[in-house]
């Protein structure tokens, strides 16, 4: 862009300035375009037809224009300062600082590491200071080795969980984060977290099993409902009733913690009979109850 200054000019080396009298002062409407009517403007013209000025504002009515003429024609130059537009070279701008890199991210904080039957899950909080992240990298050690980089640039981790499988039950690992910036600067490390996957004791505890209906010693007759209460911190797998000793059936589907039967006494001979209950838990455990004795009386 050029810069242009101003320069007075004496006026007895004012240039010989021809007025309408050496030529036309011509008063005319613009040709209307769509809802434009057109507007009316001056113009002087030389005797020689080149048109020497323009107005420079356009006017809605007619009597405007020729005012604005009029006025042109009594312009007196006497009264004017007369300057004179040179053009001149433009200051050179000053340089623009580089742009500052962008900043190193602040460490991760609030590292956790939360231990599952076969895993480590990692959760973390981004930093909340320096530059962007562009990822995370993980580091992990055992008790016995050096910090290892299990997540690398190449995983492009951005989340600020990770689940570590490659994991053995029993053995301590510590684990530490840093943050990545877009500039491949990385931030200090995170604080370290520690977890230990449970080692998978065999389950060799049977299940708690026991009869809650019939009481001990009842006397029953036709067809009665035996409910079996039966618990076991891995979960039940199936409840066998047995009377006398030989299998009356199974149940899998509790409500609650009691499984119920339907018993037909009539297929027993009047007089004493005993009633137990066998648990099995999910790993195969098994408990059989203590006995409950009844008396069928049918006619």
């Avoid at 009298?21 to 001056?42: F, H, S």
């Avoid at 300057?83 to 190193?104: D, G, H, N, S």
């Avoid at 530490?176 to 977290?193: I, K, T």
């Amino acid at each position: 862009m050029t810069k242009m200054t101003k320069k007075l000019i004496k006026k007895s080396d004012l240039p010989k300035i021809q007025t309408p009298k050496y030529g036309t002062l011509e008063v005319y409407q613009t040709a209307p375009t769509g809802i434009d009517k057109g507007t009316w403007r001056w113009r002087v013209r030389s005797r020689n037809g080149k048109i020497l000025a323009n107005a420079g504002e356009a006017y809605v009515r007619k009597t405007e224009a020729l005012k604005s003429a009029e006025r042109m024609v009594a312009f007196d130059l006497s009264k004017v300062t007369i300057v004179e537009l040179k053009t001149v070279e433009p200051a050179q701008p000053a340089p623009q600082p580089a742009p500052a890199p962008f900043q190193t991210p602040g460490a991760p904080s609030g590292l956790v590491a939360t231990p599952g039957t076969d895993r480590i899950t990692l959760t973390w909080n981004a930093p909340t200071t320096g530059g962007p992240v562009l990822m995370y990298h993980v580091d992990r050690r055992d008790a016995s080795g050096p910090f290892i980089t299990i997540v690398k640039h190449e995983d492009k981790l951005t989340a600020t969980t990770y689940v570590d499988t490659k994991v053995k039950a029993g053995i301590l690992y510590t684990y530490r984060v840093l943050a990545h910036g877009v500039n491949m600067q990385h931030s200090p490390y995170s604080n370290e977290a520690n977890a230990v996957v449970p080692v998978n004791v065999p389950d060799t505890t049977p299940p708690l099993v026991m009869i809650m209906a019939p009481g001990d010693g009842s006397s029953v007759g036709g067809t009665i409902e035996v409910k079996v209460r039966a618990e076991d911190q891995n979960g039940i797998k199936q409840v066998e009733l047995r009377t006398d000793g030989t299998s009356r059936g199974f149940s899998s589907t509790p409500v609650g913690d009691r499984y119920r039967f339907t018993l037909d006494t009539k297929i027993y001979n009047n007089g004493q009979h005993t009633l137990t209950a066998v648990a099995t838990d999910n790993a195969g455990n098994s408990a059989t109850s203590a006995a409950v004795g009844i008396h069928v009386q049918n006619l």
